[in-house]
């Protein structure tokens, strides 16, 4: 199915915002939040997704992919009440994400 043609399944809130701040509007048949459901239903030919490149990371995927223009960047934050008092788990997901994310080159 040529991507002019396919039908978006949106995903996210981060999605919805880029649409509204480029007054960008699509015909969606489909709306979920399950990134493998929207994975299998793009493999399957059912539609386009817009989906984050950390999501596809890592992942066995049949999909072609392509950038946005302009690129789209999006915060991710972590909080706590204060992290001297975190526990054990929450100190190592901390780490893991940052190490993570500098291997990636999304920090520096």
């Known amino acids: ?8 399944i949106p995903i996210d809130h981060d999605l919805k915002r880029i649409l509204k701040e480029t007054r960008a509007t699509l015909k969606n048949k489909f ?9 299998a239903m793009v493999e399957n030919e059912l539609g386009a997704s817009i989906i984050p490149e950390l999501v596809l990371q890592g992942m ?3 999909v ?7 690129e789209q960047h999006r915060f991710i934050g972590i909080a706590a009440p204060s992290l001297k008092e975190i526990s054990p788990a929450a100190k190592k997901f901390i780490e ?8 990636s080159n999304y920090i520096s």
Do not use: C, G, V, W
């Open 1 to 8: 199915m040529p991507l002019s043609k396919a039908p978006i």
């Open 31 to 39: 709306e979920m939040a399950d990134d493998q459901a929207i994975i």
């Open 60 to 62: 066995p995927h049949k």
């Open 64 to 70: 072609n992919t392509l950038r946005l223009e302009p």
């Open 96 to 103: 893991y994400i940052k190490k993570m994310l500098f291997e």
